[in-house]
Nanobody
Framework: QVQLVESGGGSVQPGGSLRLSCAASVFTFSRSAMSWYRQAPEKERELVAQVSSGGGNTYYADSVKGRFTISRDNAKNTVSLQMNRLKSEDTAVYYC???????WGQGTQVTVSS
């Protein structure tokens, strides 16, 4: 059974940092581009960042560019999202997504509030 398990969410004050991780199992992780999406209350799910299968190419939404960094470790089947200088508008449920198999993780809540 394919699994994408996110971890690292939580509550943080504005300006703080969090690191999300997604552990993959069963499928050929190294052959799939991986993405992080987020969905805030009453808003559509949006793409935050994406990394190519080999890790050499990345994409960031304008709203997070310069603050978030996506990375992957194909030896450990993990993809991470380092989030710095967090803002209240970053509050959302964050989802890990495999592009190749179109599979979602269960999501992890990130809350940025003073």
């Amino acid at each position: 059974q394919v699994q994408l398990v996110e971890s690292g969410g939580g509550s943080v004050q504005p300006g703080g940092s969090l690191r999300l991780s997604c552990a993959a199992s069963v499928f050929t992780f190294s052959r799939s581009a991986m993405s992080w999406y987020r969905q805030a209350p009453e808003k559509e799910r949006e793409l935050v960042a994406q990394v190519s299968s080999g890790g050499g190419n990345t994409y960031y939404a304008d709203s997070v560019k310069g603050r978030f960094t996506i990375s992957r470790d194909n030896a450990k089947n993990t993809v991470s999202l380092q989030m710095n200088r967090l803002k209240s508008e970053d509050t959302a449920v964050y989802y890990c997504y495999s592009v190749a198999i179109r599979y979602w993780g269960q999501g992890t809540q990130v809350t940025v509030s003073s």
